[in-house]
């Protein structure tokens, strides 16, 4: 609709990776640089990790284009599987029909693969695209495919994207030797005020064909301040706010489209800063947020919330995924603004419902219960003593406090539908 009203050649903030929009950060164009050297250096591993929506695909993309001819590339997006699913995704990527083998012959299959594209002087490449879904079990095994070489040469690389859940997988006592394996690991963090500006401005350049602002500098701020510098999330309150402006017949965005579009979507302005790690000084209570999935009165998932922002949905990438048609595949966004949490409805076609109660955008207190499609969240908050009595006067730092006592009972998220 506003792309003829704009004069776009092309929209500016669609959600689908595109290598023509990628823009590159001083950190993307290292991690870039990082995985052309790990094939060039034929390493067996390598793992880069981010945020819901840093970039991580688009730039996963942009190396595809570039990657040489001699190379052979299975590239794996879907990540809810088995060892042995996972072995027959490979194969499909690599031509080959795997669904009658056993595992043994799937290996031998693989194995057999990799030595004729070495024969033929190919390397072979896997990419596993959201790979913090991957089990402890699944992740030994990509690891275990690195010893089919029988040749002196390595003849097969991997690299592991996924969100930050996948850094704490690797780190684990039992994937100490695939750890080993990992020279070169990489963290894409979130964008500078400044860079998300310069992604506005790159994207608007691309799409319209010449250097024209739309975007006025607190419109670009408050970009920032809403969407926490994800680019994915600035891209839904980019295009959103673009809308506002057709709809008024305007030629710009300022501040009155970024609120009219952080109405529309439910948004608020985010608190950037860090979780508090003490919510009372004077009694020490550390307080965090905990979402456990039930469906069918089943508890079947459960997540401690340490991000500051989740995207729920049946999408692969999303950071909260739940597996069912009845959610939209980026279905809300649970953000905290300060120390207290909303969930909000990202135009689902089912919505979102806290307490029984259709909501827009919901503040949430201990207890309530977020109902999507046949899902339920139930929210709670949790307390958790962190100061030991008598180092209420103490000299240190919160630096050597966050170091010298760590809370260990929190679990990971990854909960997962049976």
């Given at each position: 609709?506003?792309?003829?009203?704009?004069?776009?050649?092309?929209?500016?903030?669609?959600?689908?990776?595109?290598?023509?929009?990628?823009?590159?950060?001083?950190?993307?164009?290292?991690?870039?640089?990082?995985?052309?050297?790990?094939?060039?250096?034929?390493?067996?591993?390598?793992?880069?990790?981010?945020?819901?929506?840093?970039?991580?695909?688009?730039?996963?993309?942009?190396?595809?284009?570039?990657?040489?001819?001699?190379?052979?590339?299975?590239?794996?997006?879907?990540?809810?599987?088995?060892?042995?699913?996972?072995?027959?995704?490979?194969?499909?990527?690599?031509?080959?029909?795997?669904?009658?083998?056993?595992?043994?012959?799937?290996?031998?299959?693989?194995?057999?693969?990799?030595?004729?594209?070495?024969?033929?002087?190919?390397?072979?490449?896997?990419?596993?695209?959201?790979?913090?879904?991957?089990?402890?079990?699944?992740?030994?095994?990509?690891r275990l495919l690195t010893c089919l070489?029988?040749?002196?040469?390595?003849?097969?690389?991997?690299?592991?994207?996924?969100?930050?859940?996948?850094?704490?997988?690797?780190?684990?006592?039992?994937?100490?030797?695939?750890?080993?394996?990992?020279?070169?690991?990489?963290?894409?963090?979130?964008?500078?005020?400044?860079?998300?500006?310069?992604?506005?401005?790159?994207?608007?350049?691309?799409?319209?064909?010449?250097?024209?602002?739309?975007?006025?500098?607190?419109?670009?701020?408050?970009?920032?301040?809403?969407?926490?510098?994800?680019?994915?999330?600035?891209?839904?309150?980019?295009?959103?706010?673009?809308?506002?402006?057709?709809?008024?017949?305007?030629?710009?965005?300022?501040?009155?489209?970024?609120?009219?579009?952080?109405?529309?979507?439910?948004?608020?302005?985010?608190?950037?800063?860090?979780?508090?790690?003490?919510?009372?000084?004077?009694?020490?209570?550390?307080?965090?947020?905990?979402?456990?999935?039930?469906?069918?009165?089943?508890?079947?998932?459960?997540?401690?919330?340490?991000?500051?922002?989740?995207?729920?949905?049946?999408?692969?990438?999303?950071?909260?995924?739940?597996?069912?048609?009845?959610?939209?595949?980026?279905?809300?966004?649970?953000?905290?603004?300060?120390?207290?949490?909303?969930?909000?409805?990202?135009?689902s076609t089912n919505g979102v419902r806290?307490?029984?109660?259709?909501?827009?955008?919901?503040?949430?207190?201990?207890?309530?219960?977020?109902?999507?499609?046949?899902?339920?969240?139930?929210?709670?908050?949790?307390?958790?003593?962190?100061?030991?009595?008598?180092?209420?006067?103490?000299?240190?730092?919160a630096e050597e406090l966050a170091e010298?006592?760590?809370?260990?009972?929190?679990?990971?998220?990854?909960?997962?539908?049976?």
């Open positions: 609709m506003y792309q003829e009203h704009f004069n776009f050649q092309r929209k500016p903030f669609e959600q689908l990776p595109d290598p023509a929009f990628l823009f590159l950060t001083d950190q993307h164009d290292e991690a870039l640089t990082r995985m052309q050297f790990a094939l060039a250096i034929n390493d067996s591993f390598m793992i880069i990790t981010g945020e819901v929506g840093s970039g991580k695909t688009t730039l996963v993309r942009k190396m595809l284009e570039e990657m040489p001819a001699d190379h052979t590339l299975a590239f794996i997006t879907h990540t809810r599987v088995t060892d042995i699913e996972l072995l027959q995704s490979i194969l499909v990527e690599f031509g080959v029909r795997p669904f009658d083998m056993g595992k043994i012959e799937l290996l031998t299959e693989l194995k057999r693969f990799v030595e004729l594209q070495h024969a033929e002087s190919k390397r072979v490449v896997i990419i596993v695209d959201e790979a913090q879904n991957l089990g402890i079990d699944t992740l030994e095994e990509l070489d029988s040749v002196e040469e390595k003849a097969l690389n991997i690299i592991l994207i996924g969100q930050p859940q996948l850094s704490k997988l690797i780190d684990s006592e039992d994937l100490e030797q695939l750890r080993q394996r990992c020279r070169l690991r990489f963290h894409l963090h979130r964008l500078s005020e400044k860079q998300s500006g310069l992604y506005i401005q790159h994207r608007m350049k691309i799409a319209m064909g010449k250097d024209t602002s739309i975007f006025d500098a607190l419109a670009e701020r408050l970009v920032y301040e809403s969407a926490r510098g994800v680019p994915r999330l600035m891209n839904t309150l980019c295009d959103t706010a673009l809308m506002m402006a057709c709809l008024a017949d305007k030629q710009e965005v300022g501040k009155a489209e970024i609120d009219e579009a952080l109405t529309e979507l439910g948004w608020s302005v985010a608190d950037t800063g860090s979780f508090p790690v003490y919510t009372d000084s004077e009694s020490g209570i550390r307080q965090s947020a905990a979402l456990t999935l039930v469906k069918d009165n089943q508890e079947i998932g459960d997540y401690d919330l340490q991000e500051s922002s989740y995207i729920i949905g049946r999408a692969e990438d999303c950071s909260i995924y739940i597996d069912s048609k009845y959610l939209s595949r980026h279905h809300a966004l649970l953000s905290r603004v300060g120390s207290e949490w909303t969930i909000a409805d990202l135009r806290v307490n029984g109660k259709r909501i827009q955008v919901q503040a949430l207190g201990n207890g309530d219960v977020i109902a999507i499609g046949l899902h339920q969240l139930m929210f709670r908050l949790i307390e958790h003593p962190s100061i030991p009595v008598g180092l209420e006067t103490g000299s240190f730092s010298t006592f760590v809370i260990i009972d929190e679990k990971v998220i990854g909960g997962s539908e049976d």
